[in-house]
């Protein structure tokens, strides 16, 4: 099945500083990379996402990027807020179907006033 | 809001105890799962269901069991608890879109079993 390793587990950031998260998927049949934000005791929420035929897609601060031939793909915050402070999982799917979708193991991003 | 409504919010129980948690998917999808989340750990998946039947199992104890409902809402038992099993528990619901899964997950359920 697939395998999706995400880093770094945490990352600290001063306010305003970008922030940069990887991950890495291990099945060139993955087609679909969501990620996911959890703030500290609440759900998991789909803040952008991804399809294979894309290199790259922005939403105001937040950006995702995509390299199919290196098979990663990564989360890009730019401007960072106190608000942004999460854990960030990304995910991976090779089709529908929520076992064909993988999570990585989350990243959790502390922005420092 | 995400649409997708769970309860309890909180469980507190003894181990060897069974206990239902309950989740109502967004109107219109048809598939519910139900994910796993130990202290600072991923999320694990634990089993789907789509209109009724089961479509695909994760890391399920067989202790722990799931149903979906005519009306689409879903129930996880979990009995014969131990320690280990507290965690959150959430319910995710989607509609597939594009041959891929937008997962809207519940608030979840604080397992604590004491």
């Known amino acids: 099945g697939e395998n999706v390793e995400q880093h770094p587990s945490t990352l600290s950031v001063q306010e305003g500083d970008s922030a940069v998260i990887k991950c890495t998927y291990s099945?060139?049949?993955?087609?679909?990379f969501p990620w996911y934000k959890q703030e500290l005791g609440k759900r998991p929420q789909l803040i952008i996402d991804?399809?294979?035929?894309?290199g790259e897609k922005k939403d105001q601060r937040i950006a995702v990027t995509l390299n199919k031939t290196a098979k990663h793909f990564s989360l890009h915050i730019t401007e960072t807020q106190p608000e942004d402070s999460a854990v960030y999982f990304c995910?991976?799917?090779?089709?529908?179907?929520?076992?064909?979708?993988?999570f990585g193991t989350g990243t959790r991003l502390t922005v420092i006033p | 809001d995400s649409g997708v409504t769970q309860t309890p919010k909180h469980l507190i129980t003894a181990t060897g105890q069974r206990v239902t948690l309950r989740c109502s998917p967004r109107?219109?999808?048809?598939?519910v799962y139900w994910y796993q989340q130990s202290l600072d750990q991923g999320l694990q998946f634990l089993i789907q269901?789509?209109?009724?039947?089961?479509?695909a199992k994760g890391n399920i104890l067989e202790r722990f069991s799931a149903q979906q409902f005519p009306d689409l809402h879903s129930e996880l038992n979990l009995s014969s608890l131990e320690l280990g099993d507290s965690a959150l528990y959430f319910c995710?619901?989607?509609?597939?879109?594009?041959?891929?899964?937008?997962?809207?997950f519940g608030s979840g359920t604080q397992l604590s079993v004491l």
């Open positions: 991804i399809r294979s035929n894309v």
């Open positions: 099945d060139s049949a993955s087609n679909y």
């Open positions: 995710a619901s989607s509609t597939p879109t594009g041959g891929s899964e937008k997962l809207f």
């Open positions: 995910a991976a799917s090779i089709g529908p179907g929520a076992n064909n979708l993988f």
């Open positions: 269901y789509y209109n009724g039947e089961e479509r």
């Open positions: 109107s219109g999808d048809l598939s």
